[in-house]
């Protein structure tokens, strides 16, 4: 499997480190109760498909990216900088 | 205060030959990774080419000469290789100095191709991989750059700590590609 980095063009999958979904971006406000807080923390759809995902490029430049990937046919679909995903 | 003397990562490593291919320890002068603050990447770009003559570098791309080099070093980040920083850099960057922090090889030779494709998971062919390209990734299970200096030339470094264990696995890639003939 190869992910393509937006800094360093696709690479290997052995240069990343993978931390899980993607949903990590989405932290909750302090305030915002303790069943979003639980989502937030343990609860995953583990929807068949398109797929959102935390992947650092450990051995390459360091960044974080939000990897899309298909997880019913493993397909990459693409990746961007975590820094630069709106929330 | 005893007398200290320096010594580099593979202090009295001699240069290794096999085949066509040699590898050498360099000594790259002071290293110092230049981190610019944020929104300050413009502004450390004419920092360095105002204080040591060479351009900014791009991701993957090194600029500037043997003896003093700008090598991209990851992500918002460049290792200046060769002379001490000027202290205007200081001002739109972190400066951190690495001088001992890194072994510094070379391999030259026109097997050297085939012997980093035993290491490293990216094409560093020179029809894609040319002078002054570089990259971030893996020789081996170690984390590393490598940047090609020269038509048959590339600059391999890896963490100071991993020195004796980069020179184990290049020789045994320089080995398995000699004996193919
Ligand atoms: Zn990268």
């Not at chain 1, 302090?30 to 051995?59: C, I, K, M, T």
Request: glycine share 8%; with cysteine; hydrophobic share 40%.
């Amino acid at each position: 499997m190869r992910l393509p980095c937006p800094i360093c063009g696709a690479r290997d999958h052995r240069e990343f480190y993978y931390q899980g979904a993607a949903v990590m971006l989405d932290r909750p406000e302090p305030d915002a109760g303790s069943d979003v807080w639980d989502e937030y923390l343990h609860l995953r759809p583990n929807v068949p498909g398109a797929h959102d995902e935390l992947w650092s490029h450990d051995a390459g430049c360091g960044a974080w990216l939000r990897v899309t990937r298909n997880t019913v046919t493993h397909e990459v679909i693409g990746a961007v900088l975590a820094s630069e995903v709106s929330r | 205060m005893g007398e200290l003397i320096a010594r580099t990562p593979l202090d009295g490593f001699e240069p290794l030959t096999i085949g066509d291919v040699t590898l050498s320890e360099v000594d790259m002068g002071v290293l110092t990774s230049v981190a610019p603050y944020k929104g300050q990447t413009k502004a450390i770009a004419a920092a360095l080419q105002d204080a040591h003559g060479m351009a900014w570098p791009a991701p993957g791309r090194a600029t500037g000469k043997a003896e003093a080099r700008a090598i991209w070093f990851g992500r918002d980040m460049a290792l200046l290789a060769g002379p001490v920083p000027d202290p205007s850099l200081a001002q739109h960057a972190a400066l951190t100095d690495q001088s001992d922090a890194w072994t510094c090889l070379h391999l030259s030779g026109a097997g050297a191709e085939a012997i980093l494709a035993r290491l490293v998971p990216v094409d560093l062919r020179g029809s894609v991989f040319k002078r002054g390209h570089t990259v971030r990734s893996l020789v081996q299970h170690m984390n590393g750059s490598i940047t090609r200096t020269g038509p048959q030339t590339f600059l391999i470094m890896v963490f100071r700590s991993m020195a004796r264990t980069l020179v184990h696995d290049v020789q045994r890639a320089m080995e398995s590609v000699a004996s193919r003939g």
